[in-house]
């Protein structure tokens, strides 16, 4: 099992940053990725950037790229997103995810195993 908590959302004003961390334990050793999701109220949970875990190989979604930028640190079981230019558009819950399997792209829910509980994010215009 692995456990996954989020930290760090908020409320703030478009043009804005926040950063957002994910420390995981438990059965940690055996992971390939960690990936940053979001669903907004009346959508779908969708991927905002996915990191591999050994290289550090980053991937973002275009809506964005640019703006957004996701890290990890191997000694603290951490992932981060640091988010800049905050959109409205930004707005929603943001999750923290845990693939310990191979996948291609990580760029969907089933790619990974496990979950956080959520950190909501609001941008006011």
């Known amino acids: 099992q692995v456990q996954l908590v989020e930290s760090g959302g908020g409320l703030v004003q478009a043009g804005g940053s926040l950063r957002l961390s994910c420390a995981a334990s438990g059965r940690t050793f055996s992971r390939y990725a960690m990936g940053w999701f ?3 109220p009346g959508k779908e949970r969708e991927v905002v950037a ?3 875990w050994s290289e550090g190989r980053p991937r ?3 809506s964005v790229k640019g703006r957004f930028t996701i890290s990890r640190d191997h ?4 992932v981060y997103l ?5 959109k409205p558009e930004d707005t929603a819950v943001y999750y923290c995810a ?4 191979y996948s291609g792209t990580y760029s969907y829910t089933y790619d990974y195993d496990y979950w956080g509980q959520g950190t909501q994010v609001t941008v006011s215009s």
Not at 82 to 86: E, K, P, R, T
Not at 98 to 101: D, K, L, N, V, W
Request: avoid cysteine.
């Open 82 to 86: 640091q988010m800049n230019s905050l």
């Open 60 to 62: 973002y979604s275009d």
């Open 98 to 101: 845990s693939a310990q399997h």
């Open 75 to 78: 000694a603290a079981n951490t």
């Open 38 to 40: 979001r669903q907004a």
């Open 50 to 52: 996915s990191i591999s």
